[in-house]
């Protein structure tokens, strides 16, 4: 019988948000389809991390229903970086299937195999995405080790929000040859879309006016200005 044991884990948890209306609004086998493709891309992108060329880490994960965990051994800042790394693509990958998502990037006791996973390091991570990022992001718990990483790492995707979280910098430009338009123009659409869909709706408004800022913010600071969100009443 497998010892059972556990052992401190950077952990990833994402939450695809919407889900429901999804599901009303294409067929249920479409969005299977997104899922599965979704699967198959996280397990790509870990195998990819897991090789000793990128990565010392190993990375095991749970895809349930509209949820995503993945983890990987504490034992250095450089597993912090590559499940970031692995955060950062799968943000961009959902965003271009119009997927918003929302998740945090913590560290805790955890149990993973190829059945369950356990600890309270995942009861951690699940707080974190439902109580604190509560807009379309993913947030770092506020461990030591993340000021290593942003001192130690030049290709670095992270942000610090206004409420003082480091954040995942998904539409950051990756380099100076980095146009990303087509990435930015696809978020601009997707963010204009649901800002009009969900006006009567506050709560859901605000997370996309969220994303509204976020967007803007890296327009001007990669000098895309003519690629910003305006508010209905400026136009």
């Not at 006791?109 to 993913?138: C, H, K, M």
């Amino acid at each position: 019988m497998q010892s059972l044991s556990l052992e401190e884990h950077y952990i990833l948890y994402i939450d695809l948000l919407g889900y429901k209306a999804i599901m009303s609004e294409m067929p249920e086998k479409e969005f299977l389809k997104i899922i599965d493709r979704s699967y198959h891309e996280v397990k790509k992108d870990l195998e990819i991390m897991s090789r000793p060329t990128h990565s010392n880490s190993f990375f095991d994960y749970k895809v349930f229903s509209d949820n995503i965990v993945v983890a990987t051994k504490a034992d250095s800042i450089h597993a912090l970086y590559s499940l970031s790394f692995i955060a950062f693509n799968l943000q961009r990958d959902f965003i271009q299937k119009s997927i918003i998502c929302r998740g945090a990037i913590t560290k805790g006791q955890l149990y993973i195999n190829a059945e369950y996973v356990f600890g309270s390091g995942l009861i951690r991570s699940y707080e974190l995405e439902d109580r604190v990022a509560f807009y379309p992001r993913i947030i770092l718990d506020r461990l030591p080790e993340v000021n290593s990483v942003l001192e130690n790492y030049t290709d670095i995707f992270f942000y610090q929000d206004s409420d003082g979280y480091i954040i995942i910098d998904y539409l950051r430009l990756r380099n100076q040859g980095d146009t990303n338009k087509a990435f930015i123009a696809q978020h601009k659409q997707l963010v204009e879309s649901r800002l009009n869909k969900h006006s009567a709706n506050e709560r859901v408004y605000q997370k996309y006016a969220w994303c509204r800022e976020y967007h803007n913010s890296v327009c001007a600071r990669f000098g895309l200005l003519d690629m910003n969100i305006f508010p209905k009443e400026n136009l």
